[in-house]
């Protein structure tokens, strides 16, 4: 098995394995901490993040972690498609707010289940047969909480205003639009929260 390092970060290795189609996602040990605490906590978050996958896949397109019994790696089904932080904004403008109007259901499901993405980005979409699959939820966790929900938007936002500047704010009403559809119980609270969490973040500045 020839496994390819496609990405690294602070946290985790991303292997894949092309003939198979599969990533491997295996968790950075940190040198600072003790080995014994260091190996807790990362079986502890690879645990974490398996679990909210599993629950994900079933209500969203999100890759559905095999059921092996590795407790500091998570082996799960690549999704081969386009990354959207760098091909939305080589669409056209109608196919964009389409795309948006996805990941707004999407997102309201997540939601709705109490499931919250904690890094979401367009980093973290990827289309695949006109499809949004949501990937790594390293940073996820379950909360019933609304702030914790319009952080969650709030960094969704930002990302739009960041990386796909042209037509942000069309594309975030397309999004808020589907989402609000979607999410009827909470959607007014939670983008009243959101305002609120800008105001905080201009405040610090």
């Known amino acids: 098995m020839t496994l390819k ?5 602070a946290e985790a290795k991303i292997f894949l394995d092309e003939k198979k189609g599969i990533i491997t996602k295996d968790r950075i040990s940190k040198s600072y901490r003790i080995k014994e605490l260091d190996s807790k906590i990362i079986k502890q978050r690879t645990k974490a993040e398996k679990k909210i996958l599993e629950k994900a896949s079933k209500i969203i397109n999100a890759p559905n972690p095999f059921p092996l019994k590795e407790i500091d790696k998570i082996i799960m089904p690549y999704i081969d498609g386009e990354k959207l932080s760098t091909s939305l904004n ?9 795309i948006m109007k996805k990941i707004g259901e999407s997102v309201s499901k997540l939601h709705k289940a109490d499931i919250i993405h904690g890094d979401l980005t367009t980093s973290n979409m990827i289309l695949k047969e006109n499809q949004v699959f949501f990937i790594d939820f390293g940073l996820g966790y379950i909360s019933k909480k609304v702030e914790d929900k319009a952080v969650d938007v709030h960094l969704l936002k930002q990302a739009l205003e960041a990386k796909h500047f042209q037509y942000w704010k069309v594309l975030f ?9 979607n999410y009827q119980a909470e959607s007014k609270q939670i983008f009243e929260r959101v305002a609120a969490v800008e105001k905080r973040g201009r405040y610090r500045h």
Do not use: H, N, T, V
Request: hydrophobic share 25%; glycine share 4%; charged share 45%.
């Open 90 to 98: 080589d669409f056209p403008l109608e196919k964009q707010k389409e």
């Open 5 to 9: 390092l496609i990405q690294q970060g």
């Open 173 to 181: 009403e397309e999004f808020k639009e589907a989402y609000s559809k």
